[in-house]
Nanobody, 123 residues
């Protein structure tokens, strides 16, 4: 089992940047596919980005491609989400998730979740 704790959220103006971090407990971090999801008020939780077990592969939602970058440091048990050129529509609670299996672009592919961190982008 793994516990996930997100940090780095906050209030930023449109066009600004934030870097989210997700620290994982345990000694098997490198065995999980890691993902970031977000949920805006009144909307379903949606896929943002994912990274493979060895950072060799990444995937992004079309809405963030070219603006966000996911990365991981297995030595630090941490996954990051660098968010640039932020837009008001990026406002949401951002969740870190870990997948034991192959992962996916849906919440069903992930086994463990953090509590989330709020990102608010003002116009």
């Amino acid at each position: 089992q793994v516990q996930l704790v997100e940090s780095g959220g906050g209030l930023v103006q449109a066009g600004g940047s934030l870097r989210l971090s997700c620290a994982a407990s345990g000694r098997t971090f490198g065995s999980y596919i890691m993902g970031w999801f977000r949920q805006a008020p009144g909307k379903e939780r949606e896929f943002v980005a994912a990274v493979g077990r060895t950072s060799g592969s990444t995937g992004y939602a079309d809405s963030v491609k070219g603006r966000f970058a996911i990365s991981r440091d297995n030595a630090k048990n941490t996954v990051y989400l660098q968010m640039n050129s932020l837009l008001p529509e990026d406002t949401a609670v951002y969740y870190c998730a870990a997948a034991v299996g192959t992962g996916s672009r849906t919440t069903f592919g992930y086994d463990y979740w953090g509590q989330g961190t709020q990102v608010t982008v003002s116009s």
